[in-house]
DNA sequence: AGATCAGGTATCCTTTTGGATACAGGTATC
DNA sequence: GATACCTGTATCCAAAAGGATACCTGATCT
């Protein structure tokens, strides 16, 4: 493998992961819906009404293991559940920025061809 | 629904809009193949040993309907068939980059964890 | 004791994505 | 006329992602 095409693997790895952390249907949802304000997972499950019990608890589970999201337990009674984003989840302006703005202008070239 | 909530059903749009350009397994190989200098067909599915025919043809099909690649038929003898990125797709680098960048970062987030 | 609620799991099913293999159609070559 | 090369297509299959529905556990409420 040339230098050149060992620059290349690295640099798809990276971006892929990336699509990996927030691609799929519903990870931006929930983190929005979060940093919203809905710390419960009923209240997250409210606020986006299409996602099942199954499909929600694997994607809070996804979120907090690559640090975007953090679960407490508050031990009053009842124990409740609270999800919260993260500091290191406000890092990611510095992706989904520019992710949304080519996505906008490739709609329009697209929609416009 | 509230302004808030459409702002952010925009941004979700926008950003899965740019990962179902770019998301899967194969495009961004594919892109940076032909890039590099692989035109043709065979060309690039030996610059890219694992990749079938199949997943081949539809891959450079959706690439192709996106505008990142244009497909031209040379019609001398035997006809050939040339892949080559169009200028639109250096358009790319603005997301592309900030993705390998945020995707590196994580990466060593996650691993020093 | 029985009902209720929060925060999930368990099981099964459907859809989407990607892979394996064969081969087709048009041209050129032997 | 048979054979081979190129650019795919066709058919079938496997794995991954996501959805539907039922249920569980530990606590509190009546």
Known sequence: MTKEEKRF???????????FVLGGKWKLPIILSIYSGNKRFNDISNA?????NRVL????KHLEENLLIKRTVIDDYPVRIEYAVTDYAF????????????????RKKISGK
Chains 1, 2 share one sequence.
């Open 57 to 60: 608890s694997k994607e809070l």
């Open 48 to 52: 986006i009404p299409k996602i099942t």
């Open 9 to 19: 693997q690295e640099k798809i790895k990276a971006i892929q992961d990336t699509m």
């Open 91 to 106: 890092g990611l302006e510095e992706v989904i920025k520019p992710m949304e703005s080519w996505g906008k202008k490739h």
